[in-house]
Each structure stands twice: as structure tokens, then as C-alpha cells.
T-cell receptor
Framework: AQSVTQLGSHVSVSEGALVLLRCNYSSSVPPYLFWYVQYPNQGLQLLLKYTTGATLVKGINGFEAEFKKSETSFHLTKPSAHMSDAAEYFC???????????FGQGTRLTINP | EPEVTQTPSHQVTQMGQEVILRCVPI?????FYWYRQILGQKVEFLVS????????KSEIFDDQFSVERPDGSNFTLKIRSTKLEDSAMYFC???????????FGPGTRLTVL
């Protein structure tokens, strides 16, 4: 069965520092890949997604992610963290032929002033 | 911008009672989903619904659960006889096409006492 692993349940960075949230998936066939963000008391909001084509995907709020098939990874980055980036981030995959999303356990991002 | 809405935001119930969680998907969407997140755990897929029938379900979605689209706008999840372990945040999602981005509601926190 498809699984998603997010390294680090909690990541803390300083304002202005690089944000790197890690995501690895298990699949011999590349799935569709997603990053969602959840702000307090809100639903899951799509940050970005990879389906086909260019492996570097740009999303909202300055985030981007790179699909690396050889590493089965889809890490999320942002060059300079902002206080408003503090939230829970979820990596998810949609296995080919399926409708459901399979989520990682989430990473809580804290931004230090 | 259209959004998925869910009511109530928080539901408290006694073990053994029936609960109905309500969702209003985005109006022109055709596919509907329920996910849940037990505190501290991953977001898990429960069921997907298309053309007035279940199209995919997980092993979590047993006979205690049912879904319905009673009136063309609401999408409901019913739990017939709640258990303590049903306590979780329940998210509704919808999308226009099978491969399209799923848009999530803010969730309903269900607490079973």
C-alpha cells in the first residue's frame, strides 16, 4: 500500500531562514503529489501539486517543491520564512488510478522572531 | 471564492448515539470525500462518492458509517452508533473531476464521551 513519510513532526526556524519540510513516498509508479497547509481552526488548503511535466513546482506564498523520482521525494522549501508561515503542513499522494489522497503525518512549522 | 463548508464545527455525543456530520461541497463539484484525523495521527481517507454512490472506501468505513447526498447540495456522513474511538476531526472534500484538486472544508471535531 502507498505510504507517505514526513521527517520531523515539528520544525522550528527563524524568521528569514530557509524552510525545508521533507516528504518521501513509497511507490514504484510515481503518484500525483501534493502539499497542503492547515492554519489554526481552518481546513486544508492546497499549496502546490505535481502531476506531470516540470519537476520543480511553484505554489502559493513563495513555496516550491521538487519531485525527485530517484529519491522518491517531494520536499517543500521556501527561501525565507515569514511569521505567517506558522502552520501544519501535510504531504499527500494520490496513487494512480485511485481517487483518495494518502497523507503523511504532518509537520508543524514554528517561526521564531 | 467558493469553499466547502461543514457543520457543526464541534459535536459532542454520548457513546452509542447516532451523529450526522454535514458538508456543503462546492456547487459544481461532482466528487465528494470524507477523511478523518484522530488527534496526533494522520489524516485518513474514509470514503469517496460520485453519481450518488460510493466509488471507493477504506477499511475504516464499516457498516457503522454511511454517506448520503440528500438534496443535491448537502453531503452527510452518518455514524450509527458512535464509539469512543470515533472521536476525531472529520474533513469533507470535493472536486470537479476525479484527478482534480480536492478542496477541503474546515472540519468537524467529533468528541464521543
Amino acid at each position: 500500500a502507498q505510504s507517505v513519510t514526513q521527517l520531523g513532526s515539528h520544525v522550528s526556524v527563524s524568521e528569514g531562514a530557509l524552510v525545508l519540510l521533507r516528504c518521501n513516498y513509497s511507490s514504484s509508479v510515481p503518484p500525483y503529489l501534493f502539499w497542503y497547509v492547515q492554519y489554526p481552526n481552518q481546513g486544508l488548503q492546497l499549496l502546490l501539486k505535481y502531476t506531470t511535466g516540470a519537476t520543480l513546482v511553484k505554489g502559493i506564498n513563495g513555496f516550491e517543491a521538487e519531485f525527485k523520482k530517484s529519491e522518491t521525494s517531494f520536499h517543500l522549501t521556501k527561501p525565507s520564512a515569514h511569521m505567517s508561515d506558522a502552520a501544519e503542513y501535510f504531504c499527500a499522494v494520490r496513487p494512480q488510478g485511485a481517487q483518495k489522497l494518502v497523507f503523511g503525518q504532518g509537520t508543524r512549522l514554528t517561526i521564531n522572531p | 471564492e467558493p469553499e466547502v463548508t461543514q457543520t457543526p464545527s464541534h459535536q459532542v455525543t454520548q457513546m452509542g448515539q447516532e451523529v450526522i456530520l454535514r458538508c456543503v461541497p462546492i456547487s459544481n463539484h461532482l466528487y465528494f470525500y470524507w477523511y478523518r484525523q484522530i488527534l496526533g495521527q494522520k489524516v485518513e481517507f474514509l470514503v469517496s462518492f460520485y453519481n450518488n454512490e460510493i466509488s471507493e472506501k477504506s477499511e475504516i468505513f464499516d457498516d457503522q458509517f454511511s454517506v448520503e447526498r440528500p438534496d443535491g447540495s448537502n453531503f452527510t456522513l452518518k455514524i450509527r452508533s458512535t464509539k469512543l474511538e470515533d472521536s476525531a476531526m472529520y474533513f469533507c472534500a470535493s472536486n470537479l473531476g476525479q484527478g482534480d484538486t480536492q478542496y477541503f472544508g474546515p472540519g468537524t471535531r467529533l468528541t464521543v464521551l
